[in-house]
């Protein structure tokens, strides 16, 4: 059964606490959210919560194993800092979503703007549209699909994560390459799409981005590449 | 050729030896130079005020006899769980990672047996850190190294780092040499690379944002610990008024005395101001808000004794805070270590290539085999003293004005010995009335 919480008759702390305090496997209805910063963030339980329109910073950060699906836009930093679960943006999302993030998986069913995937440290994000410039900066480790166009200077400083993009990149930021698309990472797309439920996609015509590693170490002839 | 009178051999006061063999240095490696600690060179400091004590207009406290407290509550506007320290005086933010794992033992112990908080730093929570520290804060840095809900819901206070003393501006860095495996998984790094973390936070940007960003700080971890705010001293006044504005519940100054763990030398000795000179802009923002002992406001950057701290607080700081101190507690560039310092090309006093990991005192280390020399629970004794003997001297002090309370300190309590510091404290010239700048 569903529980309703409705932000126009409730605070920001009171649909939070019912979220962090919920029991298992709870489905949760957020009413009204009326573009209000920091709703569902620091769950810890294995519950579906869905935010019933658009919402603004934060949605989802820091999340543990929740399912959450904005059925709008997202602000800045959706899912920022995610551990595990999923998010899922059923709109656009703005600046520096999944920023930092560790774990879990975001969906982007528009587009995301710039800083998409910023230091990302294992999370899997799919952009079903466009990113913006600077995504995946400084990005550590995990997976950015982006099934549209990707904006100027993608994966600068990237470290390990690997990009995914079909469409057009603008740019390629400092020490990000193109990379060969062996078998494996294809299988590994596969598998996103898979457990994205995004069945309309096929993984040729993907091309993948990553480090050429030759900033990891300072060597002062790299210096005009910073 | 003539063998008439000669001049002595004047040596350059611009191009000293030292600004020679930096440039001898560049010329040679292609690289600036990059060390650890604070500004070495000379600022207006603390030690350019002096307490005038009582006398027949004001009356002193018996040194042991009447109390002088010095218990501070850190963060209770908004937070149900406020930091309660029996000392005005916190260990600042040092990583594992610059830092060794005994290190960080050490002083978690120590600040735990002064009844004080350490602080986590650019590389996430360890549990040696957790299980030793009963009072522990959890940075948040623009890297976000390591930075987990878990470890977030573990802190007794967040401290949202916005700058560093050191380096207003840049980020943290951490060389090659000291990323090993522990460090790299910790960071979710490749081993051996060398990090230089951001210097803005992934997230936000500006003071509007940052507001936001303490509202979920707050959400995840349910109102109960305090949100406190580290900038660098750059422009006080308006940082300090911003960090109110955002909601910070107290807020850490750091001049550039403040040490760092690894930057670069041009960095540490030429951005940001000294630390003499960001208490008072800071505290008038405070006032101004009407906010001034509600936010409390803990000062760092070359605080080494409890004349330090007491005038510190003196100047309207709530309690300070200390890094460098505590590391040479512990035993960083301890002459007993003279032979090893030779060897890496440094002298004892002088040692700060802390980011090559090559320390003989086994602190600024990963290095297992010089880790070992350093003995936590020893280490932890050491500071402890250490936290003490400053509190008691700033207790002595603080009788001695008449004070039954390190915090009633007050500006009125000081002079200035030279022009400079009295114009950076605002309190007069030794011996006249005058502050330069006001009437």
């Known amino acids: 059964m569903m529980q309703t919480l409705d932000l126009k008759s409730l605070s920001l702390r009171e649909v939070n606490s019912n979220l962090q305090g919920s029991p298992q496997k709870i489905d949760w209805m957020i009413k009204n959210p009326m573009g209000r910063h920091a709703i569902a963030v620091g769950l810890d339980n294995s519950i579906n919560v869905k935010i019933d329109g658009s919402v603004g910073y934060y949605c989802g950060g820091m999340n543990k194993k929740a399912n959450i699906v904005v059925n709008g836009s997202v602000g800045p930093g959706v899912a920022e800092n995610m551990m595990s679960g999923t998010v899922q943006v059923k709109g656009n999302a703005s600046q520096y979503a999944g920023a930092s993030a560790h774990g879990g998986i975001l969906i982007i069913e528009g587009n995301s703007s710039s800083r998409c995937g910023i230091s990302m440290k294992g999370i899997d994000i799919i952009v079903q549209g466009n990113v913006g410039h600077m995504s995946a900066f400084m990005a550590q480790a995990g997976n950015l699909v982006i099934c549209g166009d990707a904006g100027d200077a993608l994966g600068d400083s990237i470290y390990e994560a690997n990009i995914f993009v079909i469409g057009k990149v603008k740019s390629l930021g400092a020490d990000c390459v193109e990379k060969k698309m062996e078998k494996s990472h294809k299988n590994l797309l596969k598998k996103l799409f898979m457990k994205a439920k995004i069945d309309n996609m096929e993984v040729e015509g993907f091309r993948r981005y990553g480090s050429a590693r030759s900033l990891y170490n300072f060597n002062v002839d790299n210096a005009n590449k910073y | ?439």
């Open chain 2, 1 to 439: 050729m003539s063998q008439g009178p000669k001049t002595h051999p004047r040596q350059s006061t611009l191009f000293d030896p030292y600004t020679n063999s930096e440039i001898r240095r560049a010329a040679e490696t292609g690289i600036y130079d990059i060390r650890g600690g604070g500004s070495k060179r000379r600022l207006p400091h603390f030690d350019d005020l002096l307490f005038l004590g009582a006398s027949i207009s004001r009356y002193p406290l018996e040194g042991y006899r009447e109390s002088c407290n010095t218990k501070v509550t850190i963060g209770d506007k908004n937070a149900k769980n406020p930091l309660y320290l029996d000392i005005p005086i916190t260990i600042a933010g040092m990583s594992f990672g610059a830092l060794s794992g005994p290190a960080k033992e050490a002083i978690g112990r120590g600040a735990t047996i002064a009844g004080t908080s350490t602080t986590t730093g650019d590389g996430g929570m360890t549990k040696e850190e957790r299980g030793h520290s009963k009072k522990l804060i959890y940075q948040l840095l623009p890297s976000r190294y390591g930075m987990n809900p878990d470890d977030l819901r573990k802190a007794d206070a967040i401290e949202v780092v916005v700058g560093q003393g050191a380096k207003p501006g840049g980020g943290g860095m951490l060389l090659g040499q000291k990323i090993n495996d522990r460090v790299a998984e910790m960071r979710t790094l490749p081993k051996g690379i060398d990090q230089r973390s951001p210097c803005r936070h992934p997230d936000w940007t500006g003071p509007d944002d940052m507001e936001i960003k303490i509202l979920e700080l707050r959400e995840i971890t349910g109102w109960k610990v305090p949100i406190i705010v580290k900038v660098a001293a750059a422009r006080p006044f308006y940082d300090i008024a911003l960090a109110v504005k955002a909601g910070a519940d107290a807020i850490v100054i750091d001049g550039m005395q403040g040490g760092t763990a690894a930057t670069q030398e041009v960095f540490i000795e030429n951005v940001g101001i000294p630390t003499l000179a960001c208490i008072r802009p800071a505290v008038k923002a405070l006032q101004e808000l009407g906010v001034h002992k509600k936010v409390q406001l803990i000062v760092s950057g070359g605080i080494r004794n409890g004349a330090d701290v007491a005038k510190a607080m003196a100047l309207g700081a709530d309690a300070v805070s200390i890094g460098t101190a505590a590391l040479i507690a512990l035993g960083d560039n301890d002459p007993k270590y003279e032979e090893q310092y030779q060897k890496l090309g440094t002298t004892h006093g002088a040692y700060d290539d802390w980011h090559e990991g090559n320390d003989p005192a086994g602190i600024t280390t990963q290095n297992p085999t010089l880790m070992k020399k350093l003995d936590p629970i020893e280490g932890g004794r050491r500071l402890s003293n250490f936290l003490k003997v400053m509190t008691m001297e700033a207790q002595t002090i603080a009788r001695a004005c008449g004070k039954n309370d390190l915090r009633n300190l007050e500006p009125e309590d000081l002079c200035a010995l030279t022009v400079e510091a009295s114009a950076m404290a605002g309190v007069p010239l030794a011996g006249t009335s005058w502050i330069p700048g006001k009437q």
